[in-house]
């Protein structure tokens, strides 16, 4: 079902296989709705908004954001200014999404799944290919892939970027400037032990740590560098 403008997050009608979350400053969540082809917006007291996609599947950018088309939007990432960038799934794009309208900023990224953004630059995996990619000024540039199976989560800061590594069964982390990975969390094997993380999908900061997805435990851990 579709939500009615502010409609209370409680109803659970809003959401059709929701995938990717950011929050901004003031505490409002922005949630990739890939069901819907929409992205929506939580506000504070738990409002929920259309914030951009008309709801049909498809490519369109466009003046007002709400008139915008997706095709299964996954990871959402907001850069510092407030842009809020949408991994579009089946457009194998990096869409924009502010304001005064949604355009692509990128092209020819299969099966994109996970960003994140940081220095003016954006971060995304690719599940296909298995590939981290950096966006700057609509230029894609494969950064590294072949140590890395099936990829999703990535986040960034001031010292590089971290992947959620989940076919080797690992965190790590790469930085800037380099293709060396130093591993966070996992030793590469799979195993119940409190050392090994399982299919590891999400990765997002958490204060001076990392918060981990460690899918296949069922549970969320915190690495801490």
Do not use: M
Not at 54 to 65: F, K, L, N, T
Not at 126 to 133: D, F, H, K, Q
Not at 215 to 225: D, K, S
């Amino acid at each position: 079902a579709c939500c009615a403008p502010n409609v209370s997050l409680s109803s659970n009608l809003c959401f059709d296989s929701p995938i990717g979350l950011a929050v901004d400053a003031a505490g409002n969540v922005y949630v990739a709705d890939s069901g819907h082809a929409r992205i929506r917006k939580v506000d504070a007291q738990g409002r929920v908004s259309e914030w951009a996609g008309s709801g049909v599947a498809g490519a369109a950018d466009a003046e007002d954001p709400r008139s915008a088309q997706f095709s299964n939007p996954r990871g959402l990432a907001l850069g510092e200014d407030g842009t809020l960038y949408v991994a579009d799934f089946n457009n194998a794009a990096v869409r924009a999404v502010r304001a005064d309208g949604v355009r692509t900023l990128a092209r020819g990224i299969p099966k994109i799944v996970g960003l994140a953004a940081y220095g003016g630059k954006i971060f995304a995996t690719s599940y296909e290919v298995n590939r981290l990619v950096t966006i700057e000024a609509g230029q894609v540039t494969p950064w590294i892939g072949r140590e890395l199976a099936p990829l999703e989560g990535v986040a960034a800061d001031s010292n590089g970027v971290v992947l959620a590594d989940a076919g080797n069964y690992r965190v790590v982390r790469i930085a800037y400037g380099t293709s060396q990975l130093t591993q966070l969390l996992g030793d590469g094997r799979y195993g119940d032990s409190p050392a090994r993380v399982s299919l590891p999908r999400g990765v997002a900061r958490f204060g001076q740590a990392w918060a981990v997805a460690d899918t296949g435990h069922h549970r969320i851990l915190l690495a801490v560098p």
